[in-house]
């Protein structure tokens, strides 16, 4: 068998895709009467030939880069509050246009009407990467003393993450509808809150 020449999609798998319509249900307060409401405003700011898929890519950079700071700066989570104050800047800057690109960028694919499902693939499969990036941050700044995280306790808490985001898409398959996780914008704003209220304590009350 020839790995590159291998017909993995059969024409009924094609014609799925093209039929494929994107369903969710979303009933989050937080989403519905603040986040949605901002990502209309936003989206339109973008230029209508700004491709969707480049909006989740450079998001997952945004993740990827604030990750490899959190790596090199604090590679074992012991430092938190003896980090220079502008890392945590960064992280809540990073953070904070990763979740609005995240949000804005199926609203540009509508927008420009090249919605697709290989683009909702794209977009879910740079997701699943986020859920392992996201609480890189938390976890610094809560970090291993004390009363601080234990591996154990980080690593159960990357799983509770996986499942929410595993279980989300088990019951999408089976109902065809996706129920969007009210913790997620909950999440995402705590998480760069955190970081942005770290940078102003370390900037000016603990010089």
Known sequence: MN?????????KHLQGLNEYKYNAIDTSPVSLYIMQPFWNKCVEFFPRWFAPNLMTFLGFLLLVFNFLIFSYYDFDFTESLALPSWIWLVAAICQFC????????GKQARRTKSSSALGELFDHGVDSWACFLFPVSIFSAISQDEYGFTPMAMHLLLWTIYASFIDSHWEKYNTKILYLPWSYDISMLVIYSID????????FYLK
Do not use: K, T, V
């Open 196 to 203: 942005y209220y770290l940078f102003f304590h370390l900037s």
């Open 3 to 11: 790995f590159f020449n291998y017909q993995y999609l059969d024409r």
């Open 98 to 105: 990763s979740h609005q690109l995240d949000g804005m960028d």
